[in-house]
Nanobody
């Protein structure tokens, strides 16, 4: 059974950067699309970015385009989310999730992701 663990969250000032990591164990991530999602207090969980198998496709929410970069290192069974130029609106719990054999062609389809991590808190504040 695939287990996902996120790390890298924390408190950062506006304009700062963080890199989140999502490490898989139990099963390889090689054949999975992986997505990053976030949920702020009182809001729905939303897709931030997702990456297809072998990095064949990436997608970003409009709110993070040009600031966030998703990547994967299958040798390390890890997916990263580099977050630059952070804003207070980016404050949320960030989750990674995996969807085996899912082919992504557009926005991250949250309902297709069945394996979820426990989340990591990102707080952007001065």
């Amino acid at each position: 059974q695939l287990q996902l663990v996120e790390s890298g969250g924390g408190l950062v000032q506006p304009g700062g950067s963080l890199r989140l990591s999502c490490v898989g164990s139990g099963l390889t991530l090689d054949y999975s699309a992986v997505g990053w999602f976030r949920q702020a207090p009182g809001k729905e969980r939303e897709g931030v970015s997702c990456i297809g198998m072998s990095g064949s496709f990436t997608n970003y929410a409009d709110s993070v385009k040009g600031r966030f970069t998703i990547s994967r290192d299958d040798a390390k069974n890890t997916v990263y989310l580099q977050m630059n130029s952070l804003k207070p609106d980016d404050t949320a719990v960030y989750y990674c999730a995996a969807a085996p054999y899912l082919v992504i062609t557009g926005p991250c389809p949250k309902d297709y992701f069945g394996s979820w991590g426990q989340g990591t808190q990102v707080t952007v504040s001065s």
